[in-house]
Each structure stands twice: as structure tokens, then as C-alpha cells.
């Protein structure tokens, strides 16, 4: 089998899709499955890219670029799989490989809310017409969680197309990962709180940077990829007496990222809206506490609303306390718990149910394609 993904951005724009496909198309190549990405962006100007020398990689410009690459590469491709909400980019994967009669999956991850009118504005048109279209031709919808699954539904999903298979992580990878010293690696002194994940707007970075007053013997780590946000971040940094206390990395291996949970007070998140954060995977997968709002996806994470990790988005003394109570506990997270989220959110689990999906529709259902079809992750 080999399966064509398409998503704007490539590995070298490594966010929370990204990994995503990264992960998932490891895990269908050691199934024996060849793996094609169509994108559209540039490699880094750094030249960064993580490892993935065994995926094809292919930049296209736009829809006829893409078109003419999928025409001539046709009987190569068994199954379109499409990434990401609110792109032109994967509505244009969608529509090339029905027109070229390739079965068709989609993925939209997560709707992220308008951040002004004028944006709410914007995105209701862009979700009454190419949302609708693109969730009405894909053969099947991937949904992360039944959130995502009832969003897509309001946009236009019929639900006997949707398959809820959450987001995951190579959790043997992760655990058996080389231990270094975090600290000793990039100069930091104190204990430390830690974010992961993109510098952008909707990822409100400022919160955590003003909520970190309330802890003045503790230093906050940044790690991530500039989205549009790194000056604010630094100026705010700045503006709070915060520079000296604030260690920023745009780049770090997966090894150091790890070592960075391994040695971290708790990671914490302070997002808009998400759909199911690969980041509280990862550190759960290592018994680092997890500090996270009650949005999108999140909740529905197995544990984190029973375990006080929760907090109302934007509520600064529930943040405060949740940290605090992390503090305090030092880890103590329940190993039932844990066990579970390594049963539900392993790429070993749901890679095969993904797979399985696109063996149903290149050759039909067969009698346990629905054994994994269920209504919870």
C-alpha cells in the first residue's frame, strides 16, 4: 500500500500536525506501507528538518502543481490522507484525489475559535463552504475526539463517515529515550516549569509569562518554533522583570525535549483552544505533571480531569493553584492511570486502526474492520 499525505507544511515547520504525520507514517512504513507527503512550504531556512529520510517529500506550489503530480503518479497512490482544518491546502489534496478517483481520508485535527469578529466572521464563511465541501468528498473523517467529532458534524460531517482515532505517541520511544542532563545541557540552575509547542498568538504565551510572577524561585522554559510570536514574547519577557528567570529554544532534538520533561516541575499549557495536545501525551508517557485549560480536546484526555491538571482558560488563581498543587505532589501520579494512557494513545494501537481504515476502503469492510469503531477514544 502506499498512502499520499497531504499537509501545507512539512517537517521542517515541526508543530502539533506534523509530528502527528511523522509519527503515523513511521509507524505505517514498519508496517510495510510506502509514504508520500505533498506540502507546500519551504525547507527551514536553517535547513532543520527532523528525521525522516524513509518519507517521501514533495512541494507543490498549489492545485495545479498538485493536480499534475497526482495525475502522473496515480496508480502509485492507494489512499489520500488530508491534514489540517481551514486549509485551502488539504481541500485541494481532497479534491485532486477524488477527481483522479484515489479514496479519500481527512484529518482536521481541531477548529480553532475566531479570535475577533472580524476573524469569527471569516471562519464562518470558510466553514459553510470549503469546510462542508472538503468533510462531504473525504470517504472517511478522522476525529481525534468526540469534540472534534461534533464540531465536524456541525460543519457538515456525516457521522457514519467519522472514525474517532485519538492523536499518539511512541510511547517504548519516548520511555526508553536517551537520558541527558536538561539542566547541565542549557545552563539552567532552578527548578523549572515548561511549555512545548509553537510561539503563536493562539497559544497565549503572555498568560503564562504573567501568571509566572506568582512563582519567583522557579525559572519558565520555552521550547518551540517561532509562529509569529517570539518578539512579544521576549519584549513581554522584558516588560516583567522576567528575562532573567525565561530560557527560550526554538530548536531541540526529540532526546532533549524529552530529557526537558524528564527534569521539569510540570508542563503546562495556557491555549485557546486545542485538540488533543501531542505535548501531554509525551509528558505523561514520562510521569511529568501536566497543567492544562479546560478546552477543546484536552478533557478528554484520559485522567487529567479527575487528577486536578485542569483550570478555566484565562483563570489565573485556578492556573496558580493547579501549579501549586503539582509542586507539591512532586509526580505523584497514579501508575493505573498511566498504564491507561498507554493502552489508549499509542501509535502502535491506533496506527493499526488507522490502517485498518484504509484497508476498508481500498478493498471493502471486512468482518472486523468495525471491531475498533467506537464512540470514545
Known amino acids: ?31 510495510g506501507v510506502k509514504v508520500t507527503l505533498i506540502c507546500r512550504d519551504q525547507i527551514a531556512k536553517d535547513g532543520w528538518r527532523p528525521e525522516a529520510n524513509d518519507i517521501e517529500v514533495v512541494r507543490v506550489s498549489g492545485f495545479r502543481e498538485m493536480f499534475a503530480f497526482m495525475r502522473r503518479r496515480k496508480e502509485d497512490f492507494d489512499i489520500c490522507h488530508a491534514h489540517m482544518s481551514r486549509k485551502p491546502f488539504s481541500f485541494y489534496g481532497i479534491l485532486c484525489a477524488r477527481l ?34 472538503t468533510l462531504r468528498m473525504a470517504n472517511r473523517v478522522v476525529n481525534l475526539t468526540l469534540c472534534d467529532q461534533a464540531e ?39 527548578d ?26 522557579v525559572d519558565l522554559v520555552l521550547i518551540g518554533q517561532n509562529d509569529g510570536e517570539l518578539t512579544a514574547i521576549l519584549r513581554l519577557a522584558q516588560e516583567l522583570g522576567l528575562s532573567d528567570r525565561i530560557h527560550l529554544i526554538e530548536r531541540a532534538a526529540f532526546e ?48 487529567l480531569d479527575s487528577d486536578g491538571s485542569l483550570y478555566a482558560w484565562g483563570d489565573n488563581d485556578g492556573y496558580v493553584k ?10 505523584n501520579i497514579d501508575t493505573a492511570r498511566q498504564s ?18 484504509y484497508r476498508e476502503l481500498v478493498n471493502g469492510p471486512s468482518s472486523l474492520s468495525e471491531a475498533w469503531v467506537s464512540d470514545e477514544p
Not at 498512502?3 to 514498519?30: A, D, K, P, Y
Not at 484529518?107 to 471562519?123: A, E, L, R
Not at 493547579?322 to 509526580?331: G, L, T, Y
Request: aromatic share 12%.
Open 340 to 357: 491507561a494512557i498507554f493502552e489508549i494513545y499509542d501509535w502502535r494501537v491506533n496506527g493499526l486502526k488507522i490502517l485498518t481504515l
Open 100 to 133: 483522479l478517483n484515489i479514496p479519500t481520508v481527512f484529518t482536521p485535527h481541531c477548529f480553532y475559535p475566531g479570535t475577533s469578529v472580524i476573524n469569527q466572521t471569516q471562519k464562518w464563511i470558510y466553514d459553510n463552504t470549503i469546510t462542508h465541501a
Open 192 to 217: 523549572y516549569l515548561l511549555y512545548v509547542g509553537r510561539f503563536s498568538p493562539e497559544k497565549c504565551i503572555d498568560f503564562l509569562l504573567r501568571s509566572h510572577i506568582s512563582f519567583p524561585n
Open 1 to 31: 500500500m502506499h498512502v499520499v499525505f497531504v499537509n501545507q507544511f512539512s517537517f521542517s515547520n515541526l508543530g502539533g500536525v506534523e509530528l502527528h504525520i511523522l509519527n503515523l507514517s513511521r509507524e505505517l512504513i514498519g508496517c
Open 152 to 190: 465536524a458534524m456541525i460543519f457538515g460531517m456525516e457521522r457514519s463517515k467519522s472514525r474517532i482515532i485519538p492523536n499518539s505517541v511512541h510511547f517504548s520511544q519516548i520511555v526508553s529515550s536517551q537520558s541527558v542532563s536538561f539542566k547541565a545541557k542549557y545552563g539552567i540552575e532552578r
Open 322 to 331: 493547579c501549579v501549586k498543587r503539582a509542586i507539591e505532589n512532586r509526580r
Open 256 to 303: 532533549d525535549v524529552y530529557a526537558a520533561y524528564r527534569e521539569a516541575l510540570a508542563l503546562i499549557l495556557a491555549s485557546r483552544y486545542e485538540g488533543l495536545p501531542t505535548v501531554i501525551l509525551e509528558a505523561r508517557a514520562l510521569g511529568t505533571p501536566t497543567i492544562a485549560p479546560r478546552v477543546g480536546g484536552i478533557p478528554f484526555i484520559h485522567g
